[in-house]
């Protein structure tokens, strides 16, 4: 196993910037987002970061390991982890449609146009 560090309160802060910067540059500012920095464990312990998001209410947490492997530090910027948890973010609904016994292809279709739309502004 690698060796960990504690990560900077620096890092985190940028990891904050970076979510908030991506959420505005998305057109995500009608989720409710809360960031923390915490030691994660279980499944996670190794993770860089994980999110938990209800695309029905539009909250989400996205925690940053307080943790991070040496290895981790030379590969994936804190920058980099909340990019890919924001796209995490942008799945989530489409996600909640794929496992409710609810939803139909409308569902589907818009939601896919919904993220369709996202994606033409930014590529």
């Not at 504690?6 to 989720?31: P, T, V």
């Not at 925690?63 to 981790?72: H, Q, V």
Request: charged content about 35%; some cysteine.
């Amino acid at each position: 196993m690698a060796k960990r560090r504690k990560r900077k309160k620096s890092e985190y802060n940028r990891f904050r910037a970076e979510i908030k910067n991506q959420c505005d540059r998305l057109g995500l500012r009608d989720w409710d987002i809360l960031t923390a920095c915490a030691e994660l464990d279980g499944d996670d312990k190794d993770a860089a970061a994980i999110i938990s998001a209800d695309a029905a209410k539009r909250v989400a947490t996205i925690t940053l390991n307080m943790y991070s492997s040496f290895a981790e530090k030379e590969a994936i910027s804190v920058e980099d982890v909340a990019r890919h948890e924001i796209a995490h973010l942008l799945l989530t609904p489409l996600w909640m449609i794929a496992n409710s016994r609810w939803a139909d292809s409308k569902h589907w279709n818009v939601e896919e146009e919904r993220l369709a739309t996202i994606l033409e502004k930014v590529l």
